[in-house]
């Protein structure tokens, strides 16, 4: 079964530069989910969103924007990255219009900043 | 206060023995989650309840609302389950919540 597909899967970047980092929902999934988890740090909620729409945000700093296109897909820009910013980020789906809240994990983007 | 409390927080155990995390919250939630998160990085989504039990072969997920706690079991632990295993609940206002999680080891 086709699963949750984020890229890259590893990336390297200097301080003050920009990143973009992809998801792509399983088919039919109307609900996507990122993550932050620092090194040896708990999941941090960052944002979601619903049919395209932004339908919550937890801590995502001013730096980093998101959006869900027209196929679902997803994809966080992060701007003037900072060490602080290396960490590995999950993305996640649900199929939510059938009250379905079971999240399917990406395998993760491992972002280094130098 | 955490919103989301686990514990143990680390368990050790042999091959074979019955192994119960537990998840308290002190938040009115939609929905919990227990998720499996292996040394590797990779996040399993292991159940998702908003009342009852669930099973899923070894793993059997309970969930007491009125007492807002939730209990992640494992039959015949095994070697390969040795992972972490995280709480994280949905709030009534749509924020998702994760405990600490609970770092298992299952001894050969």
């Known amino acids: 079964a086709a699963g949750v597909i984020q890229s890259p899967r590893h990336l390297i970047k200097e301080k003050r530069e920009t990143a973009t980092l992809k998801c792509y929902p399983i088919?039919?999934?109307?609900?996507v989910y990122w993550y932050q988890q620092g090194p040896g740090q708990d999941p941090q909620f960052l944002i979601s969103?619903?049919?395209?729409?932004?339908?919550d945000k937890g801590s995502i700093p001013d730096r980093f924007s998101a959006q869900q296109f027209s196929d679902y897909h997803s994809e966080l820009n992060m701007s003037s990255l900072e060490l602080g910013d290396s960490a590995l980020y999950f993305c996640?789906?649900?199929?939510?219009?059938?009250?379905?809240?079971?999240?399917?994990f990406g395998p993760g983007t491992r972002l280094t900043v130098l | 206060k955490n919103e989301v409390e686990q514990s143990p927080q680390n368990l050790t155990a042999q091959e074979g023995e019955f192994i119960t995390i537990n998840c308290s919250y002190s938040?009115?939630?939609?929905?919990l989650h227990w998720l499996q998160q292996h040394p590797g990085g990779g996040i399993v989504s292991l159940f998702m309840?908003?009342?009852g039990k669930k099973k899923h072969g070894r793993l059997i997920a309970t969930i007491n609302i009125q007492e807002k706690h939730s209990s992640l079991h494992i039959t015949a632990s095994h070697p390969r389950d040795s992972a972490v295993y995280i709480c994280?609940?949905?709030?009534?206002?749509?924020?998702?919540?994760f405990g600490k999680g609970t770092r298992l080891h299952i001894l050969p």
């Open positions: 938040v009115g939630i939609s929905a």
């Open positions: 994280a609940v949905r709030s009534l206002d749509d924020k998702i919540i």
């Open positions: 969103f619903y049919e395209k729409m932004q339908s």
């Open positions: 996640a789906s649900s199929y939510r219009v059938f009250g379905g809240d079971t999240q399917y």
């Open positions: 088919p039919r999934h109307d609900t």
């Open positions: 309840l908003s009342s």
